[in-house]
């Protein structure tokens, strides 16, 4: 039922537009009745009506003055002029609080029905879209704590392609290059740090989860993951890698604040440790720092920086240029991995120009770790006891850097490069299944999710590897095999346009058409005559 206010201080107008309205749409409106300005304000907050009928002439607060208090409460009535005068004259100071219509007195009955057919569509339409947006955002809040949960293991879990967490970012919207790892514990009962019952405690969470989580979710601003066991992994986005001590403390309050609230909703007892801010690439580090820190203290809650979590460096070790080494090595990155290695043997030297067996020990060191990223990532195919025979030996044989530095940048390169070679036999095979399965399927609706499902990997990062490997989309790859198809057939066969344009891919020839012209400059119908001659 639309609800419909009539806002007029004449009376006989009042009951004319009750009579016509009644009369076009019977009991499908329900009316309500208002002698001036202020008396429309008072019944729009109680009758909330769909449609207002005002009159812009009336004593006191007019028409146009009503509109616009009414327009800051409901942003979706919608108004409908009556007037007696020239409706320019307030087309201008209307156009603000959105008016549908103007209506000129007498009103005419085709006319009324008319426009508030008009309108009563418009008010259907967005209620529709508000059930629709309803429905979308109840679908949502079931999968994102899904996306949400599939991004906190992307993050933390070694070896995850940077790829795949780069679309959970962007599917959740995450801008910030850094964050944080909270880790929050649940047992039935804390003495001296230990929680109890944990597996039982866990258990109960499960039927609170969601109130947990969107308890966090508040109070953290965070990315929540799934229940494990009695644990969950949060991370918290930030925006600087700096963090005052001021900061550490406030953390510290809220997230005891956070526990007391989850303990008066839940009847569990809860633990929390919170690891120091880092790049995404290095979250894991956190989340390490998080999970050591809340297993190794007596208190509710606990900051990685207030207790030794983790080890330090000197001041003049050059530990950004030793993770930026390893990353590369990691990454497959044949050429940085290479530059890198140089640097550091640079540092060594400039550090130590006598060689000594730490500067052994430490090249030694960095070898036997990128082996075994290589092992790790599948660039060895198989690790054998007896590899690293005669290492210790060859390194102490070692007189001068450069004898070092030969061997240290080889052994990274070899490394790098079973990496490189797995991860593009990776790729190639891949995008070589999903080209079969274009050159098969081309003839048919395609989807890059379809494509991804058949070769086992998320549509985001087949699309990456197709563009990287194909230097173009699957989008445009597709379009070439059909234009291709298209071209030989209408060159070689007397085949009609529509089934050659159905056999290509496309339903409606005149859409086949202009891809065709697009894509070659001619019409199938040119080009074929083109051919013949």
Not at 470 to 482: C, Q, V
């Amino acid at each position: 039922m639309t609800r419909i206010l009539i806002c007029d201080d004449e009376g006989i107008v009042r009951q004319s537009l009750q009579f016509m309205i009644e009369k076009a749409f019977g009991d499908e409106c329900e009316l309500e009745f208002a002698r001036n300005g202020r008396t429309a304000i008072e019944l729009a907050e109680s009758f909330h009506p769909d449609i207002i009928l005002m009159d812009i002439q009336m004593p006191g607060i007019n028409g146009l003055e009503a509109m616009q208090e009414i327009r800051k409460e409901d942003k979706h009535v919608v108004f409908i002029v009556l007037t007696a005068y020239d409706k320019f004259e307030y087309t201008q100071k209307s156009i603000d609080v959105g008016v549908l219509s103007y209506l000129t007195k007498p009103i005419n009955r085709d006319t009324l029905t008319d426009t508030l057919r008009k309108a009563m569509k418009q008010v259907r339409d967005r209620r529709e879209k508000a059930r629709n947006d309803l429905r979308i955002k109840e679908k949502l809040e079931a999968v994102v704590p899904m996306i949400e949960s599939g991004f906190v293991y992307s993050v933390l879990m070694e070896g995850t392609g940077k790829e795949e967490y780069v679309g959970y970012r962007d599917l959740l919207n995450v801008e910030e290059e850094y964050g944080y790892v909270m880790v929050i514990e649940c047992g039935d009962e804390l003495h001296r740090g230990e929680l109890t019952n944990t597996v039982g405690s866990g258990i109960k969470l499960q039927k609170h989860y969601m109130v947990f989580r969107e308890t966090v979710k508040e109070a953290t601003g965070g990315i929540v993951g799934a229940l494990m066991a009695n644990k969950v992994i949060v991370l918290i986005p930030c925006q600087s890698e700096e963090e005052e001590y001021s900061q550490r403390v406030m953390k510290i309050e809220n997230t005891r604040a956070l526990l007391r609230k989850l303990e008066q909703q839940t009847e569990l007892k809860f633990k929390a440790g919170i690891g120091t801010v880092k790049s995404w690439k290095e979250m894991e580090e956190s989340y390490r720092e998080a999970l050591e820190s809340v297993h190794q203290t007596v208190g509710k809650v606990i900051h990685a920086k207030d207790i030794s979590t983790s080890c330090g460096y000197a001041d003049d070790y050059p530990v950004d240029l030793e993770k930026q080494l390893f990353e590369a090595v990691r990454e497959g990155d044949v050429e940085n991995t290479r530059i890198l290695g140089e640097r550091y043997m640079d540092w060594m030297q400039g550090y130590e120009p006598k060689l000594k067996n730490v500067v052994r020990l430490k090249a030694m060191e960095f070898v036997l770790w990128a082996e075994h990223l290589a092992y790790m990532q599948g660039g060895l195919s198989e690790y054998r006891f007896e590899d690293r025979e005669g290492y210790m030996e060859l390194l102490l044989s070692f007189n001068s850097y450069q004898e070092l530095r030969h061997w240290f940048l080889k052994k990274l390169d070899e490394s790098v490069c079973h990496i490189a070679r797995k991860q593009q036999t990776k790729t190639d095979s891949v995008v070589e299944q999903a080209k079969q399965y274009i050159a098969e399927h081309f003839n048919k609706e395609l989807s890059l999710e379809e494509m991804a499902r058949e070769v086992g990997i998320s549509p985001y990062y087949l699309s990456k590897l197709f563009k990287e490997s194909e230097g173009t989309g699957y989008i445009e790859y597709t379009t070439k095999l059909r234009m291709d198809y298209a071209k030989e057939q209408l060159g070689t066969t007397d085949r009609s346009i529509k089934e050659i344009c159905h056999d290509a891919g496309y339903q409606d020839p005149n859409y086949f058409s202009r891809i065709f012209k697009k894509w070659t400059g001619m019409t199938p119908t040119e080009y074929r005559g083109g051919v013949s001659i």
